[in-house]
């Protein structure tokens, strides 16, 4: 019989999952993998040359590529704030040693899904693009036509593109130069699509931080070619690439519903719940279902070491841990039905003005309490309640001390702002 949980219990597995108990699961590298990691080797391109001297694969770096690649995808829209989704999970680690494990090819960043850029193990990017590429780019061409792209400038600038790029790294004004140089008459709205396209369909992807002199201060990484940089790709397909796809997720995620799952990937839901049953055939994942909810809106997959992990948790035991998250953390994005970390109701405060951008969030015991970000000139850590909730001012200075060590800086001031 599947085991039921509470929403309690849902919550704690999720955050077991997710690398947030109080415990700080985070040290994912010593989980069992769901697989066995074909380690990247990108050593022969040319780029690592040019890149930090930090792309050595240290013990950090091993840290830094087990947390991506437990948790399979993190959002990665916003540079700075996807390598705290890293930091928090994996404690004593900084942002060089993210950028190192950039440097090292063992990470990529590129758009596995959704049309949404996320961090991914370098390794795995090509065969999960294949499986959920047919929904993603069957709208590119409608997308152009209203951007006015011909699919002849289209043709060209791939061809342009994957010629510059060629044993080389390029950011993507370079890219965009390298049109200009090549006679295409290209207008800046289309840069964005371009690039996406490129990654997309696997033929580039954002690989090394390079850190020239008279560049911008945190510089985000460069563009390569996908088939250059990433020198062992896994090679799955078919029910095998889709048994994996769900027992990965359901493993970063801790306890999901088939909706979830399809929700993420944008998959179909049928193939979302084969994909589910091949991995539960398997023993990757487990059935379970939400107490208090019938049918099937009540089932559940877990990860059976997250189930294991609450057994022997004390409910209510991570009830006075705070965190402070990073902007689109998997916290909340990795799920559709998000009601025991997040209040719905919320919703507008975390997303001002519903543009799509979602603001980084304080969690109390697992739940999101709050948002806040830093002043850029006061560096002063401003902190919003959602409605009919306290924040902890104390509590939150002592939570924002690993945040300021991830990224070198003097432990930050916190200063509660109005609703």
């Given at each position: ?8 219990a ?10 947030l108990?109080?415990?700080?699961a ?17 050593a ?19 840290r830094?590529?087990?947390?991506v690649?437990?948790?399979f ?6 540079w ?8 928090v ?7 060089a ?7 090292a ?24 693009q294949?499986l ?14 209203f951007?006015?792209?011909s699919d ?20 993507r ?8 140089d090549a006679?295409?008459?290209w ?10 396209w ?20 945190d510089p ?6 996908a ?7 896994r090679d ?17 995620r ?6 979830d ?12 719940a ?23 809106a ?16 004390s ?18 994005l990795?799920?559709s039905e ?5 209040d719905?109701?919320?919703?507008g405060?975390?997303?001002?003005g519903?543009?799509?951008m979602?603001?980084?969030t ?6 999101a309490?709050g948002?806040?970000?830093?002043d ?9 309640p ?7 001012v ?14 070198g ?6 200063a509660?702002?109005?609703?």
């Amino acid at each position: 019989m599947a085991l039921t949980l509470t929403d309690d219990a849902l919550l704690r597995a999720r955050m077991y999952a997710l690398g947030l108990d109080s415990a700080n699961a985070a040290d994912l590298e010593a989980r069992p993998a769901a697989q066995a990691a074909h380690p990247a080797d990108s050593a022969a391109h040319p780029a690592v040359a040019a890149a930090s001297s930090a792309a050595g694969a240290t013990a950090a770096t091993g840290r830094v590529r087990a947390v991506v690649s437990h948790l399979f995808a993190l959002q990665g829209q916003d540079w700075r704030s996807s390598r705290w989704a890293v930091g928090v999970r994996a404690s004593g680690t900084t942002s060089a040693d993210v950028v190192a494990a950039m440097n090292a090819g063992a990470i990529v960043r590129s758009w596995p899904m959704r049309g949404t850029v996320h961090l991914v193990p370098a390794e795995d990017i090509g065969w999960m693009q294949r499986l959920t590429n047919p929904r993603v780019v069957a709208g590119a061409a409608k997308r152009r036509a209203f951007l006015g792209m011909s699919d002849a400038v289209l043709d060209r600038a791939t061809e342009v593109s994957l010629a510059a790029l060629a044993g080389t790294s390029l950011n993507r004004t370079e890219l965009a130069q390298a049109w200009t140089d090549a006679g295409i008459d290209w207008q800046p709205s289309w840069r964005y699509h371009l690039i996406w396209w490129l990654c997309q369909n696997g033929l580039t992807t954002f690989g090394p931080v390079r850190q020239d002199a008279g560049t911008q201060a945190d510089p985000e990484p460069r563009l390569v070619l996908a088939d250059e940089w990433i020198r062992r790709p896994r090679d799955l397909a078919g029910d095998e690439a889709l048994a994996e796809f769900a027992a990965r997720y359901v493993r970063g995620r801790g306890a999901v519903s088939r909706k979830d799952l399809a929700s993420w990937a944008m998959l179909p839901a049928a193939s979302a719940a084969h994909g589910l049953a091949l991995a539960a055939e398997q023993g990757a994942i487990v059935e379970a279902r939400r107490d208090g909810v019938t049918g099937a809106a009540g089932a559940l997959w877990a990860a059976p070491e997250a189930l294991g992990a609450v057994e022997t948790q004390s409910p209510g035991a991570d009830h006075d841990h705070w965190q402070l998250l990073p902007a689109f953390d998997e916290h909340i994005l990795g799920f559709s039905e998000r009601s025991p970390q997040f209040d719905a109701r919320h919703l507008g405060h975390l997303i001002p003005g519903k543009n799509g951008m979602f603001l980084a969030t304080i969690v109390h015991g697992g739940r999101a309490v709050g948002t806040w970000r830093r002043d850029p000139k006061t560096r002063v850590i401003a902190c919003t309640p959602f409605d009919g909730e306290r924040l902890d001012v104390g509590a939150l200075g002592s939570a924002s001390r690993p945040w300021a060590a991830f990224y070198g800086e003097a432990e930050p001031e916190i200063a509660l702002a109005p609703r």
